[in-house]
């Protein structure tokens, strides 16, 4: 684990010193270590199928748990005092908890849009599995309640983190439904 506390804290100390923000140094952080993991995640997604949509997404999510370990051991062994952001001013410190949950909440529901592609007409002949409703709000609230007692940097991560998958699946989704329309 120390290997990876030093990787991250060296490469956030990069994105710190070329942005000047930690909270956009841990954003450009979250996207390297997506762009990283997407074979895997494209892999993982390739191989479920209806009846683990929803299970496989939870199994995802832990799976972040090593990163983010190493995330906030980073931030805190880096940070010399108070470090707030411009991305959340009404949290003083990245180092303390969102005081008013907006960051755990807006990671809630970003966790949700992905799962909502299976109800848009434009991915319809695509027949993309649906999750089952009752592992959908599970999982939002597992997001929620990981996100809320911990540091507001590990909060930005998780929506980061969010905003990148949503963004990547509906390209994936609409290049699909694109090939399928011109077919």
Sequence with gaps: MNSVILLFGTMLNWFYRYTGDYGLAIVCLTVLVKLCLLPLYGAHRGRTDERQAGAGSCLLLLATLPVLTGLYRTVLAGAAGPVGSCLCPWIASLLSRD?????????????????????????????????????????????????????????????????????????????????????
């Design 99 to 183: 005081p008013y949950g907006l960051l755990p909440a807006m990671s809630a529901v970003v966790q949700l849009l992905p799962q909502t592609y299976p109800y848009l007409s434009f991915f319809r002949a695509l027949e993309l599995p649906k999750a089952p409703k009752g592992m959908l709000v599970s999982s939002a609230l597992l997001t929620f309640l990981i996100c809320l007692p911990l540091p507001s940097a590990v909060g930005i991560y998780y929506l980061t983190s969010g905003i990148f998958t949503a963004a990547e699946q509906a390209v994936q989704n609409g290049l699909r439904a694109y090939r399928l329309r011109c077919a």
